[in-house]
Structure formats: structure tokens, C-alpha cells
């Protein structure tokens, strides 16, 4: 049996987990469905996980879930999915190996797979056409690692020699993150639909006075910004200006937590 997990804020990783769940006919499991669990007990054979690049490492709830798995198959194959806006440069390999060696696990297999960038916070997004068009051009290489994975190739990305940079870098972004929920704010044109609530992958909103409030376990996965209806989320002067994003082919009803 294979079971494919995934973390995803605004589509991108869904998409690209979908499309491996698809070809190996595995489960697609939302790790956040499991977060809440003391420990993490995965028996089968074949095990893969996809999430989006931080700050050039792993989001912060990624490490949870790696610190409690648990893969009782002596044997599995475990292969890891990075989803990025950009190269795909960063720490995110040692610090995999880091946690994972602590458990006596190994990766068998990383790829990191260019997805268009949501992280309105810096950068402009793409229009959905655009959008639309960057996939394509990086579906041979989604069809490449779905090619690897399924002949249980063994291959990894490799650490950068640059890495104490994406490391200053990392760590100043998870020194911000317990801080991150303080430059949320509304603007009047919220109706209070509460979408925002339901969105939220760490259960981390809530509506007082019909309006969303946020609270200290935020991911910076922007899926709150990035498909308020109205855009009356902000954070900064950029997401004032800029459009939002919302991988193309999956829907907002695929993201909504339950």
C-alpha cells in the first residue's frame, strides 16, 4: 500500500500530490488531519509527503508531523515532494535528514517541483492564466519524479554549499512566525463569511464581532489572504496592490479544512 500526505495552503502542493496520488492509486491524506495526534503510526510500504518551501527550509508544521511519525515498515520506501516558487535553493534536505536521523528514518528519494509563487507578502502573483501556463511547462518534470517514484528510484536533492545564508534566513522567518498574526488586518469590505475560518489549516481564526481574529499558530501559508472573496485580508502595502492566487485546477471547496 502507498499513502501520500500533503500540506498545502493556497492548492499547489494538492496539485502535485493529487497528480502522484492519482498515478501510484494511493491515499491522499491532509496532514493536518493528523497533527493533533501524540504519534503518527504509518505501516505501509511505500510513503510519500508534499509540501510547499519556507523561507528556503521546511514549514514549521512539517517538523511537527516528521517528529511524530512513526514508519513501522522496515522496508518503505519514504520520498519527499518540495513544492517552490522559485529554483528550489534551501536548507530543506538537512534539515529532513536532521530530524529524520533522530528516528532512524532515511529518505529514499526528494525532488523539488516549480509551482507559481503565492507568497503575496514579496511577490507579485500570476494572473490564473499565467499560472495555468508555468504548470505546463513543469508538468514533464512532475511526470519525471511520478516516473522515479513509481520504479522506487533512490535520489536526492543536494544541501547547498550556500546554506548558513538560507539559514539566517530560515531562522529569522521562524523567529517572526510566533509574531506573524499581529499584521493581519481587515479592511471594510469583509462581509464576514468566515471562509477564512474554514481555510485555515491550524484552526488559527475565528470571527469575533463577524470579523476574523487571529491568534498565535500561524503558518504564513497566506490561503486566508489569498482567497478572501473580497480581499479584504491585508498584511502589508504589497497585498493592497497585488492580486491573489489560487492553484487553478484545484477548487477553494479541496482546501476547505474540516
Known amino acids: 500500500m502507498t499513502k501520500m500526505?500533503?500540506?498545502?495552503?493556497?492548492?499547489?502542493?494538492?496539485?502535485?500530490?493529487?497528480?502522484?496520488?492519482?498515478?501510484?492509486e494511493s491515499d491522499l491524506v491532509d496532514i493536518t488531519t493528523l497533527i493533533s495526534n501524540n504519534v503518527i503510526t504509518i505501516p505501509d510500504a511505500c510513503v510519500g509527503l508534499v509540501f510547499p518551501l519556507y523561507a528556503f527550509g521546511i514549514p514549521e508544521i512539517i517538523e511537527r508531523f516528521l517528529i511524530k511519525l512513526n514508519l513501522t515498515n522496515s522496508n518503505v520506501y519514504f520520498f519527499a515532494i518540495i513544492t517552490c516558487g522559485g529554483s528550489g535553493y534551501g536548507i530543506v534536505k538537512q534539515q529532513l535528514d536532521n530530524i529524520l536521523s533522530t528516528k532512524n528514518f532515511k529518505l529514499s528519494y526528494t525532488a523539488f517541483q516549480n509551482m507559481p509563487s503565492n507568497y503575496i507578502k514579496l511577490f507579485k502573483p500570476p494572473t490564473a492564466a499565467?499560472?495555468?501556463?508555468?504548470?505546463?511547462?513543469?508538468?514533464?518534470?512532475?511526470?519525471?519524479?511520478?516516473?522515479?517514484?513509481?520504479?522506487?528510484?533512490?535520489?536526492?536533492?543536494?544541501?547547498?554549499?550556500?546554506?548558513?545564508?538560507?539559514?539566517?534566513?530560515?531562522?529569522?522567518?521562524?523567529?517572526?512566525?510566533?509574531?506573524?498574526?499581529?499584521?493581519?488586518?481587515?479592511?471594510?469590505?469583509?462581509?464576514?463569511?468566515?471562509?477564512?475560518?474554514?481555510?485555515?489549516?491550524?484552526?488559527?481564526?475565528?470571527?469575533?464581532?463577524?470579523?476574523?481574529?487571529?491568534?498565535?499558530?500561524?503558518?504564513?501559508?497566506?490561503?486566508?489572504?489569498?482567497?478572501?472573496?473580497?480581499?479584504?485580508?491585508q498584511s502589508n502595502y504589497l497585498t493592497k496592490i497585488y492580486g491573489r492566487y489560487r492553484n487553478p485546477f484545484i477548487s477553494i471547496d479541496e482546501l476547505i479544512k474540516n
Not at 493556497?10 to 498515478?23: M, R
Not at 477564512?196 to 501559508?221: A, G, M, T
Open 130 to 233: 499565467q499560472a495555468q501556463k508555468n504548470i505546463a511547462n513543469q508538468e514533464p518534470h512532475l511526470k519525471q519524479i511520478v516516473l522515479d517514484v513509481k520504479k522506487q528510484v533512490r535520489s536526492q536533492i543536494s544541501n547547498s554549499p550556500l546554506s548558513f545564508i538560507y539559514s539566517f534566513f530560515y531562522k529569522n522567518w521562524r523567529h517572526n512566525l510566533k509574531n506573524s498574526h499581529q499584521n493581519f488586518f481587515v479592511q471594510s469590505s469583509c462581509t464576514g463569511c468566515g471562509l477564512c475560518v474554514k481555510l485555515c489549516p491550524e484552526k488559527n481564526i475565528s470571527l469575533k464581532n463577524n470579523l476574523p481574529h487571529w491568534q498565535i499558530q500561524c503558518q504564513d501559508c497566506l490561503a486566508c489572504i489569498n482567497l478572501c472573496p473580497e480581499q479584504a485580508i
Open 5 to 24: 500526505f500533503y500540506f498545502t495552503g493556497t492548492g499547489n502542493s494538492l496539485y502535485v500530490a493529487k497528480k502522484l496520488s492519482n498515478e501510484l
